[in-house]
């Protein structure tokens, strides 16, 4: 007894050395996470007493976690800070959208992105963002950059039931490009629908590990005010 109330004290008086990142259940699933995986690699290397938590969650449960969770450290699109405040961030990679469809529809034989009368005779799939505000106009005016009015934009609840939908060839989506196997025809879209992924964390919340985390990230830091503008 005498030796497990000593051990139980030396446990409650070391630093604790845990870095929490939460990300978007994509994390795995979208090549353009792959920077950000570099980054938690390269973390690693260099503290390697530290253990690494990585929590992956869809949409709106990830903003919870990050506003009521209280993570060191975020992974997501920049698009999902809109309606925080007192958060900063840091651009690590673009983020680019493609048109997708499954490779056994019809005009999934074009080289080049299908013209869009026939696009616009399809429905639209997408993921539903958080707070589920503003979705399906977002959308809209995004398929209006490439001269496209979907038929009808449909919602689904995350990206496995996205990736579903179109490998089925029940529509076309704007959406990352996702890793592995070859039923889904993705189109290039214009530079101009172009996100970025972003590392993300409150100030006032820092811990010793995030801070070490941030100083591997390029010199530039926002404030979702600044997004905001």
């Not at 253990?51 to 920049?78: C, H, R, S, W």
């Not at 673009?94 to 019809?106: D, E, I, V």
């Not at 530079?191 to 964390?201: C, G, P």
Request: hydrophobic residues 40%; contains cysteine; glycine residues 4%.
């Amino acid at each position: 007894m005498d030796k497990a109330i000593t051990t139980a004290k030396e446990i409650g008086t070391k630093e604790r050395k845990l870095l929490n990142i939460i990300a978007p259940s994509s994390f795995d699933a979208v090549e353009d996470f792959e920077t950000m995986k570099a980054l938690v690699k390269e973390f690693e290397n260099k503290y390697p007493d530290v253990v690494i938590m990585e929590n992956l969650y869809d949409f709106n449960e990830f903003k919870q976690q990050f506003i009521f969770g209280q993570p060191d450290i975020a992974f997501t699109q920049e698009w999902t800070l809109a309606g925080l405040s007192g958060v900063e961030y840091c651009r690590v990679a673009k983020y680019p959208l493609y048109l997708a469809m499954s490779t056994r529809h019809a005009l999934a034989s074009c080289e080049e992105m299908p013209p869009a009368d026939k696009l616009s005779e399809l429905t639209a799939f997408a993921v539903r963002s958080p707070d589920n505000s503003g979705t399906e106009e977002q959308i809209i005016q995004n398929y209006r950059k490439i001269g496209v009015r979907p038929r009808r934009v449909v919602l689904v609840e995350n990206f496995q039931t996205l990736l579903h939908t179109l490998k089925e060839n029940r529509g076309m989506s704007l959406c990352a490009k996702f890793t592995g196997g070859n039923e889904i025809k993705y189109y290039p879209t214009p530079e101009n629908m172009w996100s970025y992924l972003v590392v993300a964390w409150y100030p006032d919340r820092i811990t010793k590990q995030a801070k070490e985390f941030i100083k591997l990230l390029p010199e530039e830091r926002l404030r979702i005010d600044e997004c905001k503008k």
